[in-house]
C-alpha cells in the first residue's frame, strides 16, 4: 500500500475571500499535488491560483468529474493514487462530497483503501445552522424538496413532524431563482409558529442569517432572488 | 440598534492543531472582542493565547455556558451585546452551537435581532460526511442513540429504513469508551451489507476514515476506545 492520499479541497463560497474562510494549511498540501479531480477545470485553476499566485498550472492534471461523468469513468480517475501520487478534489463552492458529486470518487478510494483526507473549510450549510439558533444535537440536510406538487406537499409534511416529534431542525435547499416562491410557499403550508432561518449569501458581503416565525415571514419585506440560499425549520 | 455581533469561533478538534484547521481571518475578528460566552473559562483563556499570544486576557470578561446553564441566566449574558459590544461563543472543540450548548444563545441573540455570524472551522460531523463517500445530498446527524434497549433498537431499525427507502446517510456519536462496544452492536443488529464509516481523531495525528461493510466491521481488529469517534451509515 503507498502512501498517497485522497484530499478533499474546500473552496471559497463567495469571490475575494479565500484568506478568510480556509486555514493556511491548505494551500501547504495543495503546492505538492499535481493531480487533481474537479467539477469545472477553469475554476479550478483560478483557486489554485488565489491560493498561490507561484503554483505552476501547466505541470498539473486535472480530471473533469461533474454531474455529466458516467459512473464507469470514474476509476480510472483515480488511477495516479494508484501509482503513488496524492491526489485533490476541488469543487465548485464549499466542500467537497457535500451536496456535491464528490462523494462517488470519495466512495472508490475507500473502497480501494486509499486514505481519504477532508479538510476544514467553508460550509454553507454547517455555517447556516450555526447561525440559525436551531437544535445543532439533531438535524437532517435534504437537498431541494421534490417539484410535484403532491410529493412536494408530503415532503412539508414530513419535515414538520420530524420537528416536532424528533426535535430535528431540517434544512434544504432551493433553485436560486425560486428562493422567494419558497418562502412564500412555506408560510402558506406549516403551521404559522413554526420558526424559519433564512441563511444567504454566507461568507459573503451580504451575508444575512434571520430567524423568524412563518407569521412574520408571511407579512415580511425581502427579496432572495437568485442569491445562494440555505432554509432551516424548526419550532421552539 | 446598534452594529454589534454575536460572532461564533469554532476551536481546534485536536492540540496543537490552531493553524492547521482556523483561517487567519477568525484571529483577526477574535483580536477585537472583549466579552465571550465560552463552555469553559480555562480552555477559553488557553485558545485565546494559542491564536494570538499577545491578547491580554484580563481586559476580557467571560460568561459561562455549560449545562449547567439555567435558560433563566442566558439573556442577562448578551446584556453587552444590547449596549453595543460585539461578543464571541467559544465551545469546547469544533463549532458552536453544532452538538453543543451555544445555540440557545443563539436563539435568544436571534429573537433580539442581533446579527449572528458563524466563522469557519473544523466541524468532526462535516469532516466525516466528506471523508466516507456517502450521499452527502442528504444526510442527518443524530447524537447519541437512545441508551434503553429496546428504544435503541427501535432507533437503529429507524436508521436502517431512512438508509434504504429516503437514501439518507446517518450519523451519529458515542460515548467514547462505548465506542467498540457500538461497532460490535451494530454489525450485529443491522444488515450485513450495510456500510459503515468510522471516523476517529479527525484533525489529529492517529485521523482515521474508514468505511466498509459490517460484515468487514464483524470480523475486523479495531480500538476505538476513548477516542472520539463519528459513526456514519448508509448503504450502497
Known sequence: MSNAKLYLFPVPLSPDTTQKVLPGFNTEILREIKYFIVENIRSARRFLKQCDKSIDIDTITFFTLNEQTKPAEMPEMIVPLEQGHSM?????????????????????????????VPLVGPSSILMSLMGSGFNGQSFAFNGYLPIDKAA?????????????HERQ??????????NNKLIAELAASLKPNMLLCVASDITGEKQSIITRKLS?????????DKIPTIFLLFSE
Not at 412536494?152 to 416536532?164: S, T, Y
Open 169 to 178: 431542525t431540517q434544512i434544504f435547499i432551493e433553485t436560486p431563482y425560486r
Open 88 to 116: 485533490g478534489v476541488i469543487s465548485e463552492a464549499g466542500c467537497p462530497a457535500i451536496a456535491d458529486p464528490g462523494a462517488d470518487v470519495v466512495a472508490i478510494a475507500q473502497k480501494k483503501g486509499i486514505e481519504v
Open 216 to 224: 412574520w415571514w408571511s407579512k415580511a419585506k425581502y427579496n432572495y
Open 152 to 164: 412536494r406537499a408530503a415532503k412539508m409534511k414530513e419535515l414538520e413532524r420530524r420537528i416536532i
